[in-house]
């Protein structure tokens, strides 16, 4: 299956600035995105609380005078890619928060849910509380044809998830849990839709839609990044033909 010059279930290293341009209008059910606050960067080992050796380089802030900017260029082309039914999922940090909240508006999406993340842990702070949440924007393109399946009888807009520990393994510095990412999904696409994830980081949105029957579509111009994400969908792909052969259920996210 292809969406323009793209394959579907393939990743691509590059621009998602520039690679979504080359995608079909209203060819989208979901996007699922945590976007970076940077494009072209160095960062630091040394800025995030774990071993270095450990710790994939690439991840560090956009100038703030910049963020709406980057933000509402992005969004106006997830606008133009998603269906009528389709619906989009945003994580965002406070700092950022009010600039994609004004992208969202001014590129036409509806919110449906402002939902709260709530994780284990935050970075230690001496003057001010401590920060143990992320935000999830839910918004759409039509507030009357967006696909919602009610997997949960009672769905809360605060979702309390663990952060996964990758004691002794390759990681990225932010990476979403698969958990978190399967919930969305479940909830807002079915089998053979296509997922996108313009800054798709870890690969984490790949992964999971892989694993319950979508379709998917990857950007990162990080080419480490890619590389392991690119791996992760490859282990996906070992582990599953193990399990459907009778080897044990093995961690299907490698």
Not at 56 to 72: A, H, M, S, V
Not at 90 to 114: C, E, Q
Request: hydrophobic residues 35%; aromatic residues 14%.
């Amino acid at each position: 299956m292809k969406l323009g010059k793209f394959k579907v279930d393939e990743i691509y290293c590059g621009d998602a600035l520039k690679l979504m341009k080359d995608l079909p209008s209203d060819s989208i059910d979901l996007i699922v995105t945590d976007p970076p606050f940077a494009i072209d960067f160095k960062a630091r080992r040394s800025n995030y609380n774990r071993s270095e050796e450990n710790v994939l380089e690439g991840y560090n802030e956009i100038p703030k005078e910049k963020y709406y900017e980057f933000t509402r260029t992005w969004m106006e082309e997830a606008y133009r890619v998603l269906k009528r039914s389709g619906s989009m999922y945003v994580f965002s940090g406070w700092t950022n928060l009010k600039d994609v909240l004004n992208a969202l508006d001014d590129v036409g999406f509806i919110t449906i849910n402002h939902i709260i993340w709530k994780y284990q842990f935050g970075v230690f702070t001496k003057r001010k509380y401590v920060t143990s949440h992320y935000h999830i924007l839910f918004v759409v393109k039509d507030e009357k044809r967006y696909k919602f399946n009610k997997i949960e009888h009672y769905p809360e807009d605060v979702w309390i998830i663990n952060r996964e520990y990758w004691t002794g393994k390759i990681k990225t510095p932010t990476k979403l849990p698969i958990e978190l990412v399967k919930k969305i999904i479940l909830f807002s696409s079915d089998e053979g839709d296509i997922v996108l994830d313009p800054f798709l980081g870890s690969g984490t949105v790949a992964v999971v839609s892989k694993m319950l029957g979508r379709h998917y579509i990857g950007f990162e111009i990080v080419p480490e990044y890619y590389e392991f994400a690119k791996k992760r969908l490859s282990n996906v792909q070992i582990n599953l033909f193990k399990w459907i052969n009778g080897e044990g259920r093995e961690d299907r996210d490698g």
